[in-house]
């Protein structure tokens, strides 16, 4: 775990329920839906999107293209009640070909699923978890048994704005933290070149 989760978790530990985003009997869970490894596909690269009921109305994430994908979305599911069960379902959007069409739009195709449970031990915990969750159900639709999903989810919105501005370790953020890190080694060591004068 990294050390900005490290520090996320600790900050939530001290999250009282009546701190969670809670108004006229509508409980809330933010989920950071970060990434996906190892999708599996029948030919073309697959366009994946990911589909979450068990709440009050069903949530739908942007289409991607690739086989590891990177969302780095946020979305917002009102919950029903605590404790509840959220199914993520990803599915492979169907693109159409060019040109006149005959007939009707396949339809999009099922690549797996999984489950993510809230109970009120998901509260004592800190409200808050980040998980990579295996799909399944992939073997039933042909497809080899491989994919991963990975979700931040917490009942406050601005622990996963923290966490989805450094969770991906692209060039710039890596750069980033090179010249952090090099500004430190320069720091130092002219503090060493100070004390040896």
């Not at 966490?163 to 500004?183: A, F, I, N, W, Y």
């Amino acid at each position: 775990m990294s050390e900005l989760c490290k520090e996320l978790a600790s900050e939530l530990d001290r999250v009282a329920l009546h701190e969670v985003e809670y108004a006229e009997g509508e409980l809330f869970l933010h989920i950071l839906l970060d990434e996906a490894t190892r999708l599996p596909s029948k030919g073309a690269s697959p366009n994946p999107y990911i589909v979450i009921s068990g709440g009050r109305e069903l949530v739908q994430s942007a289409v991607q293209s690739s086989k590891s994908p990177l969302w780095n979305e946020h979305l917002k599911v009102e919950l029903k009640a605590i404790p509840c069960v959220l199914m993520c379902e990803l599915w492979d959007r169907v693109v159409a070909p060019s040109g006149p069409v005959q007939g009707m739009q396949p339809a999009d195709s099922q690549i797996g699923y999984f489950e993510v449970v809230i109970t009120e031990e998901f509260l004592r915990d800190g409200g808050y978890r980040h998980d990579w969750h295996k799909l399944e159900g992939q073997a039933k639709n042909g497809l080899p048994e491989q994919g991963k999903v990975r979700l931040a989810y917490s009942f406050k919105a601005e622990i996963l704005a923290q966490l989805r501005s450094g969770l991906h370790p692209g060039k710039q953020r890596t750069q980033q933290l090179v010249r952090e890190q090099s500004s430190e080694a320069v720091a130092g060591l002219e503090q060493l070149r100070a004390v040896r004068r």
